[in-house]
């Protein structure tokens, strides 16, 4: 079962998508998720193989405990030596206590929608605002 599958668990208005970032917390640590944490997610899912749920969820809730220098400094290492990267996420499940079929990791399950739901809410968004700006009216030359 694929986490993007889960079923909504709120409405987002795509204007508000980001604004609970930074105010969302996993034991007592602030969450981050901005389109830095997103670009980070995608290639590491795509270069892990197939994760699973479990893991997917952990890598997700490990990437968003990075503020914004840190996920920076995190992309770039990732750019260096992605294989060190991965070394750290090894240790995420067991720091962040989200083992495998533990009750905290159904909770971060719920926190990791909600921050996927932002981006994807946020995508499209700017996606909207993409459009009215090509829709100007006015004819080519």
């Not at 060190?84 to 399950?109: H, I, M, N, Q, R």
């Amino acid at each position: 079962m694929s986490l993007f599958n889960k079923p909504q668990i709120s409405e987002l208005d795509p204007d508000d998508a980001f604004e609970d970032s930074d105010m969302m917390t996993w034991q007592g640590k602030p969450l981050f998720w901005s389109f830095r944490h997103w670009y980070l997610f995608l290639p590491m899912i795509k270069s892990g193989g197939e994760m699973c749920e479990s893991e997917q969820i952990t890598l997700a809730l490990w990437i968003a405990t990075h503020d914004e220098q840190q996920i920076k400094e995190l992309r770039s290492k990732y750019r260096r030596n992605m294989d060190e990267v991965f070394a750290d996420f090894e240790e995420a499940p067991e720091k962040l206590g989200v083992e495998p079929g533990s009750t905290a990791l159904a909770e971060a399950g719920e926190i990791v929608t909600h921050l996927i739901e932002s981006v994807t809410a946020s995508q499209e968004q700017l996606e909207e605002s993409d459009d009215d700006e090509e829709d100007t009216g006015s004819p080519g030359k």
